[in-house]
C-alpha cells in the first residue's frame, strides 16, 4: 500500500510540473511560436539522434560484459557443437547488420535534417539500388536456412545405429518419470488407458507384453557417456516440453502420441563441475545464497550443480517446478545402477 501511494503521489507531482510548465510557456507572450521546427530545432534533434545511436551501442557492449557470464557452458552432447556454431554466426551477422543499419539510420537522420533552403531529392525508383538491398539478404538468409536444415536433419537423424539406449520420458504435471528398456532394450507398449495406480502401474504399460517385464522406472535419469541415447517422449495430460539445455536438446511431449529426439553424450557431470564457467556460476550462486542464508530465507542451502530436464511449456501453475535431475556417468557406473533397480514385475509383485 505505502509503494502504491508513494507512486500516486509521484505522478500527481509530475502532472502539476507539466501544468506549471504550460502555464510558463503561455505566459510568455513575447515569445514567438509557429509550431514549425526551426533549423536550431532540426540540429538539435539530429545530435539527439547520434546520442541515441551512442546509447544503442553502449547498451549492447554492456548488456554482453555484464551478462554473458550467464549464457550456457559448452554443449555436453556431440550435435550442440553445431548447433551452438550455427547460433554464434547468426548472433555475428545479426549484430554486424544492426551495428551498420542503425549507423546509417541516424547518421542519414543527422545529414539530411531539415535545413532552410534545401530542398528534399526524391528518387521514383532505383533498379540498382533495389537489387542490391534485396539480393544480400536473399543469399545471406537462403545460407542460414540451408544451414540450419542441415544442422537440423543431422540432429534428428533418429536410428537404432550403434546399439542407442532406448529411453522414455513421461511427463504429467507436474513431474518427469523415466523408463529404461530393461536388459533387452526394448520398452513394452504402454497407454494411460491402462494406469493402475492400485497395482503400480503408474505409466500404463501392458502387463501382457513381454518386453514391458524387465522395464525400469526411476525418477533420476541417469546416462552412459559416449552412448548414444534415443528418447521415446509421452505425455499423460497436457502439452510438456522435455528441455536439456546442456545437452542443446528440446522435443514436445503430446498427449496421444510419441515424440522423439536423440543424442549422444559427451561430458559425465563430474566433468562438467570442473568446467570453469561451471565453477564460476557455482561459486556466484552459492554467495547469494551464504546472503538468504543469514538472512533466515528458504532455498538457501548450498548448491552443486547437475545437469536437469525441465519443461519448456508453460503447463500449470507448478509448471516451473517441473524438472528432473540427469546424471552422466562412465558406462561402468550406469550397468551398475541400473543393475541396483527393480524392474517393473519385481514392483507389481507385491501388488499381486
Given at each position: 500500500?505505502?509503494?502504491?501511494?508513494?507512486?500516486?503521489?509521484?505522478?500527481?507531482?509530475?502532472?502539476?510540473?507539466?501544468?506549471?510548465?504550460?502555464?510558463?510557456?503561455?505566459?510568455?507572450?513575447?515569445?514567438?511560436?509557429?509550431?514549425?521546427?526551426?533549423?536550431?530545432?532540426?540540429?538539435?534533434?539530429?545530435?539527439?539522434?547520434?546520442?541515441?545511436?551512442?546509447?544503442?551501442?553502449?547498451?549492447?557492449?554492456?548488456?554482453?560484459?555484464?551478462?554473458?557470464?550467464?549464457?550456457?557452458?559448452?554443449?555436453?552432447?556431440?550435435?550442440?557443437?553445431?548447433?551452438?556454431?550455427?547460433?554464434?554466426?547468426?548472433?555475428?551477422?545479426?549484430?554486424?547488420?544492426?551495428?551498420?543499419?542503425?549507423?546509417?539510420?541516424?547518421?542519414?537522420?543527422?545529414?539530411?535534417?531539415?535545413?532552410?533552403?534545401?530542398?528534399?531529392?526524391?528518387?521514383?525508383?532505383?533498379?540498382?539500388?533495389?537489387?542490391?538491398?534485396?539480393?544480400i539478404p536473399v543469399i545471406v538468409l537462403a545460407g542460414l536456412i540451408l544451414w540450419g536444415l542441415y544442422t537440423w536433419t543431422n540432429i534428428m537423424d533418429i536410428n537404432d545405429e550403434d546399439d542407442p539406449l532406448i529411453v522414455e520420458l513421461y511427463a504429467q504435471q507436474f513431474n518427469w518419470t523415466a523408463r529404461y528398456g530393461g536388459e533387452d532394450n526394448v520398452l513394452g507398449d504402454a497407454s494411460v488407458r491402462l494406469i493402475d495406480i492400485d497395482r503400480a502401474n503408474v505409466?500404463?504399460?501392458?502387463?501382457?507384453?513381454?518386453?514391458?517385464?524387465?522395464?525400469?522406472?526411476?525418477?533420476?535419469?541417469?546416462?552412459?557417456?559416449?552412448?548414444?541415447?534415443?528418447?521415446?517422449?509421452?505425455?499423460?495430460?497436457?502439452?510438456?516440453?522435455?528441455?536439456?539445455?546442456?545437452?542443446?536438446?528440446?522435443?514436445?511431449?503430446?498427449?496421444?502420441?510419441?515424440?522423439?529426439?536423440?543424442?549422444?553424450?559427451?561430458?559425465?557431470?563430474?566433468?562438467?563441475?570442473?568446467?570453469?564457467?561451471?565453477?564460476?556460476?557455482?561459486?556466484?550462486?552459492?554467495?547469494?545464497?551464504?546472503?538468504?542464508?543469514?538472512?533466515?530465507?528458504?532455498?538457501?542451502?548450498?548448491?552443486?550443480?547437475?545437469?536437469?530436464?525441465?519443461?519448456?511449456?508453460?503447463?500449470?501453475?507448478?509448471?516451473?517446478?517441473?524438472?528432473?535431475?540427469?546424471?552422466?556417468?562412465?558406462?561402468?557406473?550406469?550397468?551398475?545402477?541400473?543393475?541396483?533397480?527393480?524392474?517393473?514385475?519385481?514392483?507389481?509383485?507385491?501388488?499381486?
Amino acid at each position: 500500500m505505502t509503494a502504491l501511494l508513494t507512486l500516486t503521489v509521484l505522478v500527481l507531482v509530475a502532472i502539476a510540473i507539466w501544468q506549471m510548465a504550460k502555464i510558463f510557456e503561455l505566459s510568455q507572450l513575447k515569445a514567438e511560436n509557429t509550431g514549425v521546427a526551426t533549423d536550431k530545432d532540426n540540429k538539435y534533434n539530429g545530435y539527439l539522434m547520434f546520442g541515441f545511436l551512442f546509447f544503442i551501442y553502449g547498451i549492447t557492449i554492456f548488456s554482453f560484459v555484464k551478462y554473458s557470464k550467464v549464457l550456457l557452458p559448452e554443449a555436453s552432447s556431440e550435435h550442440g557443437g553445431g548447433y551452438d556454431q550455427l547460433m554464434w554466426v547468426s548472433f555475428a551477422i545479426i549484430f554486424f547488420v544492426q551495428t551498420i543499419t542503425q549507423f546509417l539510420l541516424h547518421y542519414f537522420a543527422y545529414k539530411y535534417r531539415g535545413e532552410k533552403g534545401k530542398k528534399a531529392l526524391f528518387f521514383a525508383d532505383n533498379d540498382r539500388l533495389e537489387f542490391i538491398w534485396t539480393i544480400i539478404p536473399v543469399i545471406v538468409l537462403a545460407g542460414l536456412i540451408l544451414w540450419g536444415l542441415y544442422t537440423w536433419t543431422n540432429i534428428m537423424d533418429i536410428n537404432d545405429e550403434d546399439d542407442p539406449l532406448i529411453v522414455e520420458l513421461y511427463a504429467q504435471q507436474f513431474n518427469w518419470t523415466a523408463r529404461y528398456g530393461g536388459e533387452d532394450n526394448v520398452l513394452g507398449d504402454a497407454s494411460v488407458r491402462l494406469i493402475d495406480i492400485d497395482r503400480a502401474n503408474v505409466l500404463g504399460l501392458d502387463e501382457a507384453d513381454p518386453n514391458s517385464a524387465d522395464d525400469v522406472i526411476v525418477k533420476e535419469l541417469h546416462l552412459p557417456v559416449g552412448r548414444k541415447v534415443n528418447f521415446m517422449m509421452r505425455s499423460q495430460d497436457v502439452l510438456h516440453s522435455a528441455y536439456m539445455p546442456h545437452f542443446r536438446a528440446q522435443m514436445n511431449c503430446v498427449p496421444g502420441m510419441i515424440t522423439q529426439f536423440s543424442f549422444t553424450p559427451t561430458i559425465t557431470t563430474e566433468e562438467m563441475r570442473l568446467n570453469p564457467d561451471v565453477v564460476d556460476k557455482v561459486k556466484r550462486t552459492n554467495a547469494i545464497r551464504a546472503k538468504w542464508a543469514a538472512e533466515g530465507r528458504p532455498n538457501s542451502e548450498p548448491w552443486e550443480f547437475d545437469y536437469v530436464l525441465i519443461c519448456n511449456k508453460i503447463c500449470g501453475k507448478s509448471h516451473y517446478n517441473m524438472q528432473m535431475k540427469i546424471i552422466v556417468e562412465t558406462e561402468e557406473e550406469y550397468n551398475k545402477w541400473i543393475a541396483e533397480q527393480a524392474t517393473f514385475k519385481e514392483m507389481i509383485a507385491p501388488a499381486e
